[in-house]
């Protein structure tokens, strides 16, 4: 299995523009995460989802940020209008039901908004 | 919410020493917790874990132990070597499915030559 798949690696825009990231998780799990990794937070989780449902989205910071999985191998995390305090490193995760093995995370979309 | 506290955040150890960190948590009902290790410029990946019925689970140089009384667990990583070098987080989850975690800080384990 290739693993949990995230895109673009690196993004650079400027402020007010929309950014889209990407994630295809590992082809049988049913929980999809994102999360958002700084220095002075650490890592935060934004969304999940089961089974393509959002379940928990109380992690969004602000309306300018918006998830959506449309099917079991696709998620997407919008932010728009972006902003500088956007930029972070962004992870997308996957699990199987009961969590055996624990999460596994993709190798991340560093954000940088400027 | 679970709140998750993780010591030391910098840690440097001679190699071939051990070197443990240590987690504590807020919630009772809490019955998963794993580890992860994070290398520069890659997602956290998975090294250990262990469930709230056992105390102590070793997968050769790592281990992991639990106290629930007292709400803390901690990895042990013995003999260590270069390639340990790396930031290490601890996480919880109350669901028992491992489907939400909540992370600690982050320790950054050095292992010098």
């Known amino acids: 299995d290739a693993g949990v798949i995230q895109s673009p690696r690196h993004e650079v825009t400027e402020m007010g523009q929309e950014v889209t990231l990407r994630c295809k998780p590992i082809s049988g799990h049913d929980y999809l995460f994102w999360y958002r990794q700084t220095m002075m937070r650490g890592l935060e989780l934004l969304i999940y989802?089961?089974?393509?449902?959002?379940?928990?989205d109380s992690g969004m910071p602000e309306d300018r940020f918006s998830a959506k999985m449309p099917n079991a191998s696709f998620s997407t995390l919008k932010i728009q209008p972006s902003e500088p305090r956007d930029s972070a490193v962004y992870f997308c995760?996957?699990?199987?039901?009961?969590?055996?093995?624990?999460?596994?995370f993709g190798s991340g979309t560093r954000l940088t908004v400027v | 919410g679970e709140n998750v506290e993780q010591h030391p955040s910098t840690l440097s150890v001679q190699e071939g020493d051990s070197a443990v960190i240590k987690c504590t948590y807020s919630?009772?009902?809490?019955?998963?917790f794993p580890w992860y290790k994070q290398e520069l410029g890659k997602g956290p990946q998975l090294i250990i874990d262990i469930r709230s019925n056992v105390g102590e689970k070793k997968d050769q140089r790592i281990a992991v132990t639990l106290n629930k009384t007292a709400k803390h667990f901690s990895l042990h990583i013995t003999e260590t070597q270069p390639e340990d070098s790396a930031v290490y987080f601890c996480?919880?989850?109350?669901?028992?499915?491992?489907?939400?975690?909540?992370f600690g800080t982050g320790t950054q384990l050095k292992v010098e030559l």
């Open positions: 919630d009772s009902a809490s019955n998963y």
């Open positions: 995760a996957s699990s199987l039901v009961r969590g055996r093995g624990g999460y596994t």
């Open positions: 996480a919880v989850d109350v669901t028992g499915g491992g489907n939400k975690l909540t």
């Open positions: 989802f089961n089974n393509n449902v959002p379940i928990d």
